[in-house]
């Protein structure tokens, strides 16, 4: 990173960030000829070229099971997977972070409460000590926001808190800048 040119903290850093609503990741499907098999192999395809070794990549509407934490391990191996699915097979949110992400900075899963579950997804991104503290980085975060849809006031009300979640953050707990 380069120092600005008054010589103070260099500028926060610029990650490239993906983000995809995949509509379901099909990820349960019963074979692999069935329709819902076929959409799984696609997306999974589709996956595999978008999400690069650089790309912090956030999805959305995935359709996990509350408590899966493997659905996407098999496919990228090299990447660290962060999930937000609270119910069976509705909403959900994960972010994928390369590996090389985690040998610069400590990776933390921000806790938004109730209204964030499956919906809103916050990480922050503190930067580890470098050696002999050269390469100083800027900490940074990232949020992943999946909306619930819909018009009427009970719809409109929780996208409101969803997005609460997130103005609730302190900012003793954000990076500067």
Known sequence: MKQSARGDTPPSPQPDVLSQNVRSLSYYAKTKTSVMGVRRAAIKFTLGELVSDKAITCLQETRLNRHEKGAMGQAFKQHHIYYNNYSNG??????????????SYSVQEVPLGPHARERVQ????????????????????????????????????????????????????LPAG
């Open 122 to 173: 916050l990480l922050l991104f503190t930067p580890l000590p470098s050696p002999e503290g050269r390469g100083a980085r800027r900490p940074f975060a990232v949020a992943n926001v999946y909306l619930t849809s819909g018009s009427g006031t009970a719809r409109i009300t929780s996208r409101c808190d969803e997005l609460r979640s997130l103005a609730r953050v302190s900012l003793a707990v």
């Open 90 to 103: 509705k909403a959900g949110t994960l972010i994928i972070v390369p590996k090389s992400y985690l040998l």
